[in-house]
């Protein structure tokens, strides 16, 4: 395929995603985010926590013409980062990918709509899992970063084992969307 093709393909996938994207991926409602605490807590024993979020790079096939060095990343391409919150069934509820791939997973979300605005997202004590790049926050429970030269104590060792076995579900939603939109 040429450039121009794969290009053209890429809009195309694109404009019919974004226009099935409100009626698939929107965020939960109240009842909806009960529900799946619900099932957290069942399996996990994780109290309010309504989703699980991770972040990804989507490579590009060539170089912005603006700002190229933002989207250029520590792997050596070119990139938009994307993150993703999800439920335990993988059922997507957020994306949000409109940040060079050069960004850090926690400045996306510190600058998405969702984090600022928390209020209207979240309520009684909810919040989300992420992995330990993410930092903590009153909807955002990470798990915990080993420092320079220093080991985690038991209980954090066995904190991130059990978000662990519910995070997974987080890497593989990235996964599944990777693998149907391959030409992405």
Known sequence: ?????????????????????????????????????????????????????????????FAPTLNVEDYFTQKGNYSIKALFVCDTMAKITLVEMVWPGSMHNNQVWLNSNVYLAKEKYFSNKEYLHGDSAFSASMVMVPAFKKGQNATLSDERK?????????????EHCVGLVKARFQCV
């Open 158 to 170: 066995y904190f991130n084992t059990k978000l662990a076995k519910v995070r997974i579900k987080s």
């Open 1 to 61: 395929m040429s450039k121009g093709a794969v290009n053209d393909c890429v809009i195309r996938v694109s404009q019919a995603v974004l226009k099935l994207q409100k009626k698939v991926i929107r965020w939960l409602d109240e009842e909806e985010r009960k529900q799946i605490g619900s099932r957290i807590k069942q399996a996990h024993c994780f109290d309010n926590c309504v989703g699980l979020i991770d972040g990804t790079l989507f490579f590009l096939a």
